[in-house]
């Protein structure tokens, strides 16, 4: 039995060299060149608030892609879905011959640098844009003015935020500043919540309208439990019921669900504000409006200055 | 007189009969699935094409990988039903292979699938062996448990990672083809890896034939039964590390196509070895054909994973009521 196995040992060492070398010689398909600046702009848009910007900058008739979760604008519905973050449909992809890809950037997600590549091997221009944050969202929307030249459009669009943040702004200047939690419930069937910690675009838009988030840290949209919540003891909560929490039943069920949490005073003081709207969380041309909701619910009191 | 059945003529044609019969399929799959005929633009249909041969490569090494791996499970453990899915084998090297890739480098992700799939190899041997002997019963049972921890394991894991990556965790559980990026490098690897493993597995099929007649007679003929186990084992181990690498677990491959092939060409690993190997990759072109097809027409993405479990499921009871008795007989 001695020599068939040694026979075997080497023969499989020897194609396993050769079947390696092979692999390694063998290079990706290459894609054709990056665009010049003459083709035609047709841009891959894969993240909601991207897609949202813009059509707010007047690119809508550019975008010729979206991710399933782009529905707004309405118009951008009319644009032909490629698939979420998690399955794209590449040959979807190649069929529409985008030039210039934007999505977001979670270099630490684990197919990020996969789904990249797989991108630019198509001959997309792709761009990462980090765009969770209030600033980071401003200086994406200088980015896309910068990469589809319409720089014009982008700073009138961000003068308009600006002026629409400025204007809430002014509604609750020397008001007091309540200390705010704002949460997003879970799916059906479970007690805990996600919260909007210190740094998330929520927790700037909280200082925008007034409020003071109660979540102490630095945080990326923590869990917390019911006990957690009662020991911030927040005066006012905002939970953001959207997508499959937003009907009617499901919206009661939030209200009797906090109900009964009465040790915590926003709870006491009937200051829980159950808003239905999709944009709260959303960094993109709507966060004057996102604002201006919240500072609506937290400053009942407030002065509205007339709308421009 | 008995007609030799087994010369090496006889053996190089029909290898060649597997390669047409895979190169045909291949090409249909690359042709029907990518829809070649309706696109565009010449660099449409290159980019369409280069996608396609990948992704027909992709399930071609991943099925013959778990084919082969399901094959020499079965021959060493004597068991009917054992295939690198049943015994948990795929579920530690995705164990190995999601905490590798969350918590370490992607690129180190494919060495701890097989080192996942390689301990748990290990542990569900040393538990079921009594004295030695391996009982089909406690190895099943082994087999399941692993399965129920790794399962729980990869729930914990997926718990407490960041909402972004929940989803990618679920979907690549089910088991992909052509889900991550492109992936030329390591479908070469793997290509080798099958092919060497192929080419061991045939000097080793005679031995296979007497171990599965009993340990003790192939120890009595000769066999170094030891020997052959640590081999297989780790070989196996290696090829299930690579396919989960490659498309994530997909299961019961290794339990349809080599007794599918039993049936047909009967127990001699001599000819079951090599059919194994081609009717693998055969099978998972199908099957990912099928797949492509389903998401071609309703817009919706299967995962291939899912599709051969749904069909694996009802085939293992099929065996259960057949096969499972004679082979507990035998022990």
């Known amino acids: 039995m001695m020599r068939p196995w040694r026979r075997a040992a080497v023969v499989a060492a020897g194609l396993a060299f050769l079947g390696a070398g092979l692999a390694c010689s063998e290079s990706p398909p290459a894609g054709p060149s990056a665009p010049g600046g003459e083709r035609p702009l047709r841009i891959l848009s894969l993240t909601p608030n991207i897609t949202e910007i813009l059509f707010a900058m007047g690119l809508g008739d550019r975008v010729v892609g979206r991710s399933t979760y782009c529905t707004y604008p309405p118009e951008a519905l009319a644009v032909p879905a490629v698939g979420d973050t998690i399955h794209l449909s ?43 944050r209030m600033d980071e969202m401003l200086n994406a929307i200088r980015t896309l003015g910068r990469e589809t030249r319409e720089e014009e ?3 009138a669009l961000l003068d308009r935020i600006q002026g629409d943040l400025d204007r809430v702004r002014k509604q609750v200047a020397g008001l007091s500043r309540p200390r705010v939690l704002f949460v997003c419930p879970m799916s059906v069937g479970s007690s805990r919540v996600l919260v909007a910690g210190r740094g998330t675009f929520v927790d700037g838009l909280l200082d ?3 409020a003071e988030n109660v ?32 009907p009617p039943d499901r919206v009661e069920t939030i209200r009797q669900s906090w ?5 915590v005073p926003a709870v006491a003081n009937g200051r829980v504000h159950i808003l239905t709207e999709p944009y709260l969380t959303i960094p993109g041309p709507r966060v004057g409006q996102a604002a201006e909701r919240l500072a609506e619910a937290i400053h009942p009191q407030r002065k509205e200055a007339p709308s421009p | 007189m008995i007609p030799r059945l087994f010369t090496a003529r006889r053996y190089v044609l029909s290898i060649l009969a597997w390669v047409g019969v895979w190169v045909g399929v291949a090409t249909v799959s690359v042709v029907v699935g990518g829809k070649l005929w309706t696109w565009d633009s010449p660099a449409q249909l290159r980019n369409v094409l280069a996608l396609r041969l990948e992704w027909v490569a992709t399930a071609g090494v991943v099925g013959a990988a778990l084919a082969l791996a399901g094959l020499a499970f079965q021959a060493l453990l004597r068991n009917p039903l054992a295939d690198p899915y049943v015994l948990g084998v795929s579920g530690g090297a995705g164990l190995g292979f999601i905490l590798a890739s969350l918590f370490l480098s992607s690129l180190l992700a494919p060495a701890f699938g097989f080192l996942g799939a390689l ?5 569900v041997y040393a538990i079921a062996q009594r004295r030695g002997r391996l009982e089909p019963y406690t190895l099943l049972l082994t087999g399941v448990v692993a399965n ?29 083809i052509g889900a991550f990026g492109p992936q030329w490098v390591l479908i070469g690897v793997m290509a080798a890896l099958v092919a060497a493993v192929g080419v061991l597995y045939a000097f080793l099929a005679k031995g296979f034939n007497l171990v599965a007649a009993g340990e003790e007679t192939a120890g009595s003929l000769g066999v170094r039964v030891g020997r052959l186990r640590m081999t297989t084992f780790v070989s196996a181990s290696l090829l299930t590390g690579a396919a989960v690498a490659l498309a994530g677990p997909i299961g019961f491959v290794g339990l349809i196509v080599p007794h599918g092939l039993r049936i047909v060409l009967g127990p001699d690993h001599r000819r079951l070895v090599p059919a194994s190997v081609f009717l693998g990759a055969t099978f998972l072109v199908l099957a990912d054909l099928a797949a492509c097809l389903w998401e071609g027409a309703s817009d919706r993405s299967l995962p291939v994973g899912v599709l051969t479990a749904m069909c694996g499921g009802p085939f293992f009871v099929y065996l259960l009521r057949t096969r499972w008795r004679r082979a507990a007989e035998v022990q």
């Open chain 1, 90 to 132: 590449l040959e979807k992809i190649i069929r529409l011959e985008p030039t210039l890809a934007f999505l977001v950037a979670r270099p630490e997600a684990v197919r990020h640098d996969a789904t990249l590549a797989r991108l630019e091997s198509l001959g997309i221009r792709v761009v990462p844009l980090q765009a969770d």
């Open chain 1, 208 to 210: 925008v309208a007034g």
């Open chain 1, 215 to 246: 979540y102490p840290d630095e945080a990326n949209w923590p869990t917390l439990s019911p006990q957690q919540v009662i020991a911030l003891a927040p005066d006012v909560v905002i939970i953001n019921a959207v997508g499959s929490n937003a």
């Open chain 1, 259 to 263: 109900a009964s949490l009465t040790g």
């Open chain 1, 153 to 155: 459009a982008a700073q």
């Open chain 2, 148 to 176: 129920v921890f790794y399962g729980a394991a990869i729930m914990l894991v997926t718990a407490l990672a960041r909402p972004a990556e929940r989803g990618d965790i679920a979907l690549w559980m089910m088991g992909n």
């Open chain 2, 119 to 123: 301990v748990t190899v290990g542990l």
